[in-house]
């Protein structure tokens, strides 16, 4: 449907906050503990999209993981669908790994599934699905 958000990995989430606070000339709207993931997160609007930032709260976070090996940056990009199951169909036969079939319960009251950024050129990619 549309590019629903961007994600960042980040090491310090207050001074991630205002410093994107500065960038976009707007307060971030929500943060949100995902305790399954083992992230807080922080959104900031952007038009029709988002900016998630994304900071670990342990050290097996798979935030954690990423900044360890790459730095802090983009970690994801989040595609907005209607049906994240059928999604999930057609993109497993289209020969994509999906890294959980079953979605799960993600940040701002969406359910999620991940891609392995193997079959998608490097970059991870989630798919969300707003909980009506
Ligand atoms: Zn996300």
Do not use: W
């Not at 629903?4 to 503990?33: C, M, P, W």
Request: charged share 30%.
């Amino acid at each position: 449907m549309k590019i629903e958000h961007i994600g960042l990995a980040v090491k310090d989430l207050s001074i991630s906050n205002s410093l994107f606070a500065r960038l976009l000339g707007e307060q971030n709207y929500k943060e949100e503990n995902v305790e399954s993931e083992g992230v807080t997160t922080s959104f900031f609007k952007c038009g029709e999209t988002k900016i998630e930032l994304l900071k670990a709260t342990n050290s097996n976070s798979t935030i954690a993981k990423f900044i360890e090996k790459r730095g802090e940056g983009i970690h994801h990009i989040a595609f907005a669908v209607d049906d994240i199951y059928a999604e999930i169909k057609r993109l497993e036969k289209e020969g994509f790994i999906i890294l959980n079939p079953e979605p799960k319960k993600g940040a701002d009251n969406k359910i999620i599934c991940f891609l392995h950024p193997k079959s998608t050129n490097g970059v991870l990619i989630e798919l969300c699905q707003e909980i009506k």
